[in-house]
């Protein structure tokens, strides 16, 4: 049998290199030669911030250099001390930066990958809060994310930070680096002086294109200047800023040219700034929605081009290469989500990635809150020094009870330290309230995330009762030593005159379909989880992309009249008793879920007082009024409590660990789920 193993797994290494021939063709930047290409996408971590940081920095690049990423680029580096995030931050600005640093490459050439050092400035992006400098810009424009507004550039300070640009680009040489990439993207400085909305000047270094480019050129120039010739220097520059009034394509395709000109050796092209109103990142954004732009500029030059953004399978990367979209492939979330992204898909393993479903909400929700990155899918991303999974030392018989994200968590650690595991499910499917999470429009993703932990499961032996609820009595009778109770949470039912009516449904129920919905709706709750199902519940599912492709091509319908047809008439009230709405989705992508759903006619009604039930609506007391929202299907979505029916039941001898809803009820976390998962996984 192990050697059918093996010639089955040799078959599927030469199978999956072979479908994947554009994307494993070795490619060269300057002398840098890349096994592959794709590229792990810079991403700022935090990691640095926290005691041992650079071990923990450096653990993290190991990690994914021994998954095969072509290339690492590492989070940004600030040349100078204003356009950073302050000690918590990869800093390049002084030679004591150096050895650090060192280290760091030495390592990741241990493991066999190559690494880039990414040259950094915010711009007016940089918070004062972190660096204690005020923040500096093209010209004195206050950034809508920041609190600060920054202090316009004079020329000595302009020439003082290209000069600071050449610097950091010799020490990372000086470093190990096996190249720089230049930031010139996603708002931050030289796209700030780059674009007609930041950048207002009318010297020498604003107005037309050409003194609008100047900035970014004159760094380019001297930072090639500063490592010579045969030295990879990538750009990363802005391919679509997503802005109103900004840089046009034309523009920027003029820009990469003067780019290639002054001998810069590969263009990243980076789409969006981080204020910009439209998502470009997020799990709603389709994938690779935005390669036709990195086309647009390897059109017009003639050094390797990488695509970006929302790309999170390599077969998709491939794909991207063979049909001429771009040279290279960079993927940033991914590498969090799954280290071994480009080792698994070399071997053909498909089915073994843990693929990035772009939630935001462990990585640039964390970033953004002051925290250190990680990943909801992956809780081990930015946490490689610290904790590791081993092989048990005494395996146990144990029972997970619930196979949601919790549960399914536990149940793929446990099996994987070696312990005899059983899953029990009283449902149907495995998946919990993912499924529910996997309906709604732009969340698909999460589809990605339960075919892991299926394959998972069954790769490593996992017993699985679907469809039987887990007794005492079968708990003993299996010799089930300790059970993880992951057995989620019940819903709330608010003591609310009216409540017994028929017309009155459970959230739950309405995701599996065990209830009709009527066209006029009353929510009540406004979370993270009521979003979500007021999403589902505007949108006219029966219409397909392929269809609405289909009728736009034909001119059957308008673009805006399709847009409409994707939404129904159904008329949606959202009630909360407190002030916000949407408090349990992410704050990242919480504000692009809100828009949404006003685009399309859902009311939001907060501190409001409920009154009763009635069979035609919900009595409300609003800012001392009171008034009756019409319904004919009401909605309970207020919370819940654990479900911990289980535990009383079961043999005092019997060991019980209580993990995600049973431990602690609210709002849906797959996050805290999937972390407290693997932390029982690890500990029995």
């Not at 909305?197 to 020498?204: A, F, I, K, P, Y």
């Not at 409540?499 to 309405?510: F, G, N, R, T």
């Not at 308008?558 to 949407?582: C, D, E, F, P, W």
């Not at 800012?623 to 299907?633: C, L, M, R, S, V």
């Amino acid at each position: 049998m192990r050697r059918e193993m093996s010639e089955h797994s040799f078959k599927n290494r030469k199978w999956g290199y072979r479908m994947l021939s554009h994307i494993f063709q070795p490619i060269q930047i300057a002398t840098l030669q890349l096994p592959n290409r794709v590229i792990m996408g810079s991403m700022h971590v935090g990691l640095e911030a926290l005691d041992h940081g650079y071990e923990r920095l450096t653990a993290f690049y190991v990690e994914r250099a021994k998954g095969e990423a072509g290339l690492i680029v590492t989070g940004g580096a600030a040349v100078l001390p204003e356009g950073g995030g302050g000690a918590g931050f990869t800093n390049i600005y002084a030679d004591e930066h150096i050895p650090p640093l060192y280290n760091m490459t030495r390592a990741v050439h241990e493991a066999g990958g190559r690494i880039a050092l990414q040259l950094f400035h915010a711009g007016r992006y940089a918070y004062k809060e972190m660096t204690g400098l005020d923040p500096v810009a093209p010209s004195p424009l206050q950034a809508p994310i920041n609190r600060t507004a920054p202090i316009e550039m004079d020329e000595e300070l302009i020439l003082h930070t290209i000069q600071a640009f050449a610097d950091a680009a010799r020490r990372a040489k000086e470093a190990g680096f096996d190249a720089v990439e230049i930031m010139g993207s996603e708002g931050y400085l030289v796209n700030q002086f780059l674009s007609p909305v930041t950048n207002q000047r009318s010297d020498g270094w604003g107005g037309d294109l050409k003194r609008r480019a100047r900035f970014g050129l004159e760094i380019a120039r001297q930072v090639k200047k500063a490592v010579g010739p045969e030295y990879p220097v990538l750009f990363r520059m802005s391919g679509l800023d997503v802005m109103p009034n900004s840089t046009t394509v034309e523009e920027t395709v003029q820009f990469a040219v003067w780019l290639e000109e002054l001998g810069i050796d590969a263009l990243n092209i980076g789409i969006g700034w981080h204020e910009s109103q439209v998502p470009t990142i997020s799990m709603m954004v389709p994938r690779a929605s935005y390669v036709w732009v990195a086309k647009e500029i390897k059109a017009a030059v003639g050094i390797p081009v990488i695509a970006s953004n929302r790309i999170n399978d390599v077969r998709l990367a491939n794909q991207i290469v063979a049909e001429g979209h771009s040279d290279l492939v960079s993927m940033a979330r991914p590498f969090l989500a799954d280290p071994y992204i480009v080792a698994k898909s070399r071997a053909g393993r498909f089915a073994e990635v843990n693929t990035c479903i772009a939630c935001n909400q462990a990585c640039l929700d964390h970033i953004f809150e002051g925290k250190t990155a990680s990943c909801l899918v992956n809780p081990l991303a930015g946490r490689e020094w610290d904790i590791s999974i081993t092989p048990a030392e005494k395996t146990k018989k144990v029972a997970v009870i619930g196979a949601g994200p919790a549960g399914l968590e536990a149940a793929r650690v446990l099996a994987l330290r070696g312990h005899d595991v059983s899953l029990w499910e009283r449902n149907n499917r495995l998946g919990g309230q993912l499924n529910f999470a996997s309906q709604v429009p732009g969340k698909s993703e999460f589809k990605e995330t339960l075919r892991y932990y299926e394959n998972e499961l069954r790769r490593l032996g996992v017993k699985v009762h679907l469809g039987e609820e887990a007794t005492s009595d079968k708990l003993v009778a299996e010799g089930v030593s300790e059970v993880v109770l992951a057995t989620g949470v019940i819903p709330r039912s608010p003591e609310l005159p009216g409540k017994e009516l028929p017309h009155v449904v459970s959230y739950a129920d309405v995701f599996t379909g065990k209830v009709p919905v009527g066209q006029q709706v009353v929510i009540i709750g406004a979370g993270g989880i009521a979003c979500d199902l007021s999403h589902l519940l505007v949108t006219n599912t029966t219409l397909s992309a392929e269809a609405g492709q289909y009728l736009a091509e034909y001119g059957i319908v308008s673009a805006k009249s399709y847009g409409s047809m994707q939404y129904n008439k159904r008329s949606i009230t959202l009630l909360r008793r407190g002030k916000h709405v949407g408090t349990g989705l992410g704050k990242t992508t919480r504000w692009a879920v809100l828009a949404l759903l006003k685009r399309h006619g859902v009311v939001m009604k907060t501190e409001i007082e409920y009154k009763e039930i009635l069979p035609d609506g919900v009595r409300i007391i609003e800012k001392g009024q009171e008034a009756i929202i019409p319904a004919d299907t009401v909605i309970i979505a207020a919370g819940s409590t654990p479900n911990r029916i289980l535990a009383d039941s079961l043999p005092a001898e019997m060991k019980v660990h209580l993990i995600g809803g049973a431990r602690e009820a609210g709002e849906l976390d797959a996050k805290r789920a999937i972390w407290e998962g693997m932390s029982v996984g690890r500990e029995v």
